[in-house]
């Protein structure tokens, strides 16, 4: 079994702030995990995924998440945030066999003048 | 480079009625996928497609969910007997093939909302 946690379900920053969203695993096998970003009507976006090739993994728009075993966590930053960074960011895993993402509940950015 | 479209936008149904969500896959994507993400929810899997056939449907939450994908491009998600709790955007995938998520990059589609009324 698989699942996510995203702590927080609303995050405001200023702009130019450091962005931080949260994302806890849970995996009987070893994970692989992704953040999705999605704006207003449209698709989810693939920002990155950890692969097991690095722990630090960078992503699109200057976004980047480190995989940390012993924390479960998968945490995803941004140094500086900007106003277009607001959206709706989205945790999921998934491991073993399976094709299918688990995604957890997602987390709504704001970003404030 | 069209990506993956779902038709309608949106859906306005009666309890108990019948209806039919499309989605068309990037065209050569061997793989397909639905999703259905309530309100304040991650998008929750409900069936996975390799080609015509379905892989797993492990995830469709009972026996008045369908789906279909007879050719291995468009697929039909469809509901028998909506209940107000269908109501939800049912969200669409396509990867270019069916191996593990890690390598096969999930395109979605903008989705398609249903409300039950």
């Known amino acids: 079994a698989q699942s996510v946690t995203q702590l927080g379900s609303h995050v405001s920053v200023s702009e130019g702030a450091l962005v931080l969203l949260r994302c806890n695993y849970s995996s009987s096998v070893p994970p692989y995990l992704f953040w999705y970003v999605q704006y207003p009507n449209q698709g989810l976006q693939l920002l990155l995924k950890?692969?097991?090739?690095?722990?630090l993994v960078k992503g699109i728009n200057g976004f980047e998440a480190e995989f940390k075993k012993s924390e479960t966590s998968f945490h995803l930053t941004k140094p500086s945030a900007h106003m277009s960074d607001a959206a709706e960011y989205f945790c999921?895993?998934?491991?073993?066999?399976?094709?299918?993402?688990?995604f957890g509940s997602g987390t709504q950015l704001t970003v404030l003048p | 480079g069209a990506g993956v479209s779902q038709t309608p936008s949106n859906k306005v149904t009666e309890k108990g009625k019948y209806v039919e969500l499309r989605c068309d896959p990037i065209s050569g994507h061997t793989a397909l996928y639905w999703y259905r993400q309530s309100l304040g929810q991650g998008p929750e899997f409900l069936i996975y497609f390799q080609g015509t056939g379905a892989a797993d449907d492990s995830g469709l939450p009972n026996d008045r969910f369908f789906a279909v994908r007879p050719e291995g491009s468009v697929s039909t998600l469809k509901i028998q007997r909506t209940e107000r709790g269908d109501s939800a955007v049912y969200l669409c995938?396509?990867?270019?093939?069916?191996?593990?998520?890690?390598?096969?990059?999930?395109?979605f589609g903008p989705g398609t909302r249903l409300t039950v009324l």
């Open positions: 995938a396509s990867s270019l093939t069916g191996g593990l998520a890690i390598h096969n990059e999930q395109f």
């Open positions: 999921a895993v998934s491991s073993g066999s399976a094709r299918q993402l688990t």
């Open positions: 950890y692969t097991s090739a690095a722990t």
